[in-house]
């Protein structure tokens, strides 16, 4: 029987996610899908039988009978979706990132204090089982110290100049792409995981492609290489198909790390590596249920990923027993769990990124672009 009832605003590649892992929950009753693009939040609805499709999403947002609002359009029309649902007292977990400002994400994290709101920012990534095994490995002392973190998240599906998608159009995007699409997915996941902040920055970004080929109809995200060179117009690029960054993190800790969406070959590839005094880890997306652990005196360690063999604080996060891949789609499924758990009870943990620490990266992010823009390194903030 169903407990919440819920939206999703926003029918594409992740509006689909949300609302698969949300049937897969079993409590929430998805009451609609909205998309400008009437159609598309058709097809959506119609596939997983939900009995309601609309093109406004100020329908959805001002029906009394809708706990919660998903957020999951173009970045430029997340603050004002999600302020508007927050006005209406909704609950809302809107995508990544949070606003296309920090001075927009402020207002969000302010405004759902305001009204004590539930509000969760979709840094998803974080719920792979053994993500969380590292954290609970790091804040036991078993790396000793953190003394390097370093990485990438590299991607393919923009090598071409015929490939295309809404994030690379700076209207719908905002000012940066690579840097804040996948960057901030790595900047989180490294300061959730090791417990230390980046305190400074010093980034660099390319635009590799000064022209794209803009298809002449809509597509689907990932789906532009399935195009003909007939259906496409030339347009100018702003925003980056790569980023680097050296960082500081906590007092002593270094790093870097690089962002990209043209290496010819890499899918989906998130690399985090992790150094300390006594040991280090190393955890790939593209291969999400191992983890490789350093030593220095004896032999290196590959664990596969096994509830049983877990620390306690991360198995929660492991919902198959060993030997049972979980992956991409298993990561929404835990975030919302616990959000919606907290719209349940008022003293459930807020074991899920909020909004401020969607404000956070985009701090972050707007220090890497003012270090990019000044050949300086740049200090984020400290509270």
Same mark, same amino acid.
């Given at each position: ?12 590649? &992740?509006?689909?996610? #949300? ?7 079993? *409590? ?19 596939? +997983?039988?939900? /009995?309601?499709?609309?093109? !406004? ?20 029309? #997340? ?17 990544? @990132?949070?606003? &296309? ?31 969380? $095994? ?15 973190? $370093?990485?990438?998240? *590299? ?12 994030? =690379? ?6 000012? *940066?792409?690579?840097?804040?699409? &996948? ?14 902040? &980046?305190? *400074? ?6 635009? %590799? #492609? ?8 809509? =597509? ?8 003909? @060179? ?11 198909? +790569?980023?680097?960054?050296? %960082? ?8 870097? %790390? ?20 006594? /040991? ?38 492991? !919902? ?18 616990? %959000? ?13 990124? $909020? ?8 701090? =972050? ?5 003012e270090s990019n823009t000044t050949r300086k390194w740049v200090d984020t903030p400290k509270a």
């Open positions: 029987m169903s407990t919440y009832t819920s939206a999703v605003i926003g029918a594409g590649f &992740i509006g689909h996610a #949300h609302v698969e892992a949300l049937r897969r929950l079993g *409590s929430v009753d998805i009451r609609a899908i909205a998309d400008a693009q009437l159609p598309a939040a058709q097809k959506l609805a119609q596939e +997983f039988g939900i /009995g309601r499709a609309v093109a !406004d999403y100020t329908e959805v947002i001002n029906d009394p009978a809708i706990q919660v609002v998903h957020v999951c359009t173009p970045n430029a029309l #997340h603050f004002p979706i999600a302020e508007a649902a927050l006005k209406a007292g909704k609950h809302v977990l809107c995508e990544k @990132p949070l606003a &296309i400002s920090a001075a927009e994400a402020q207002k969000l994290v302010a405004l759902a204090a305001e009204k004590k709101l539930r509000n969760a920012t979709c840094h998803n990534l974080r719920y792979y089982p053994l993500v969380q $095994q590292m954290r609970r490995m790091c804040a036991a002392g078993e790396l000793g110290e953190i003394l390097v973190v $370093q990485g990438t998240y *590299s991607q393919d599906w923009l090598l071409y100049d015929t490939d295309w998608n809404w994030r =690379i159009d700076q209207k719908a995007n905002g000012a *940066s792409r690579t840097l804040a699409d &996948i960057g901030s997915h790595w900047c989180d996941m490294t300061e959730h995981v090791t417990g230390l902040r &980046i305190q *400074s920055v010093c980034a660099e970004v390319q635009t %590799f #492609h000064k022209n794209r080929k803009r298809p002449k109809g809509e =597509i689907e995200t990932f789906s532009g290489k399935m195009l003909k @060179p007939e259906d496409y117009e030339l347009v100018p690029i702003t925003t980056e198909d +790569f980023g680097s960054c050296l %960082f500081h993190l906590g007092e002593r800790a270094r790093g870097a %790390f690089t962002v990209s969406q043209v290496s010819a070959g890499r899918k989906n590839q998130l690399r985090i590596e992790i150094y300390g005094t006594l /040991g280090s880890v190393t955890w790939d997306q593209e291969r999400p249920n191992q983890l490789w652990i350093g030593n220095r005196n004896t032999n290196n360690q590959e664990l596969l990923k096994d509830p049983s063999l877990l620390k306690p604080e991360a198995r929660a996060f492991a !919902d198959y027993p060993g030997g049972h891949a979980e992956g991409y789609p298993d990561t929404f499924k835990q975030l919302f769990r616990r %959000f919606y758990a907290s719209v349940g009870s008022a003293s459930a943990p807020l074991e899920y990124p $909020q909004f401020s620490d969607g404000l956070r990266q985009l701090q =972050i992010l707007e220090a890497e672009l």
